[in-house]
């Protein structure tokens, strides 16, 4: 079964940064959209930042546009969260996730890592 493995969380102080890893399993992940969500305790899961299969298209939430940036190397059939600036309140379990519909659809996303969790500590 096809899966995604996050890896690189852990603890930082605020204004740091960290670099989140998202591996897929099979080589049909290249074509499809990838996204990373975050759940912060008691919160709901929320959305953080997706790309395109092609890597042409990002879109972020406002909480993170601007410190910080997903990208993917197809090669590698990973997908990366490059995150600046840290602030407490990006605290949460970072999940990723894929999608075979197009960047600009809808649709929900169909695949799911374990998540990994982000601790910013002031």
């Known amino acids: 079964q096809a899966q995604l493995v996050e890896s690189g969380g852990g603890l930082v102080q605020v204004g740091g940064s960290l670099r989140l890893s998202c591996a897929a399993s099979?080589?049909?992940?290249?074509?499809?959209?990838m996204a990373w969500f975050r759940q912060a305790p008691g919160k709901e899961r929320e959305f953080v930042a997706a790309i395109s299969w092609s890597g042409g298209n990002t879109h972020y939430s406002n909480s993170v546009k601007g410190r910080f940036t997903v990208s993917r190397d197809s090669a590698k059939n990973t997908v990366y969260l490059q995150m600046y600036s840290l602030k407490p309140e990006d605290t949460a379990v970072y999940y990723c996730?894929?999608?075979?519909?197009?960047?600009?659809?809808?649709?929900?996303?169909?695949?799911w890592g374990q998540g990994t969790q982000v601790t910013v500590s002031s």
């Open positions: 099979e080589r049909a992940f290249s074509t499809f959209t």
């Open positions: 996730a894929a999608k075979e519909k197009d960047y600009a659809s809808p649709a929900p996303y169909d695949y």
